[in-house]
Nanobody
Framework: QVHLVESGGGLVQPEGSLRLSCAAS????????MGWYRQAPGKQRELVAT???????NYADSVLGRFTISRDNAENTVYLQMSSLKPEDTAVYYC??????????WGQGTQVSVSS
């Protein structure tokens, strides 16, 4: 099994920054894809950013230019650097990966709250 643990969430003021981390452990065969999603209260889970094994990135229009996804292959960790945060970025952020044997795996989520 593959396990994901997110960290780095918290309360931040508008225009502030946070960096989320997602550390993978267990029987990792290789990640073809790593990504971040978020779910705000009363809303559906939505894609935030993805990063393929080939280095291709994809961002939601709402975060383009403010968020950056990256990975540390040696540490099996994916990051989400968030800048210029807005109240509408408030949500639970989930890490998601596709492992070549385990398939899609989700983390437990980390809360990000943006408020003055």
């Amino acid at each position: 099994q593959v396990h994901l643990v997110e960290s780095g969430g918290g309360l931040v003021q508008p225009e502030g920054s946070l960096r989320l981390s997602c550390a993978a452990s267990g029987r990792i065969s290789g990640f073809d894809y790593m990504g971040w999603y978020r779910q705000a209260p009363g809303k559906q889970r939505e894609l935030v950013a993805t990063l393929s094994s080939g280095g291709h990135t994809n961002y939601a229009d709402s975060v383009l230019g403010r968020f950056t996804i990256s990975r540390d292959n040696a540490e099996n960790t994916v990051y989400l650097q968030m800048s210029s945060l807005k109240p509408e970025d408030t949500a639970v952020y989930y890490c998601n990966v596709y492992d070549r044997v385990a398939g899609f795996v989700w983390g437990q989520g980390t809360q990000v709250s943006v408020s003055s």
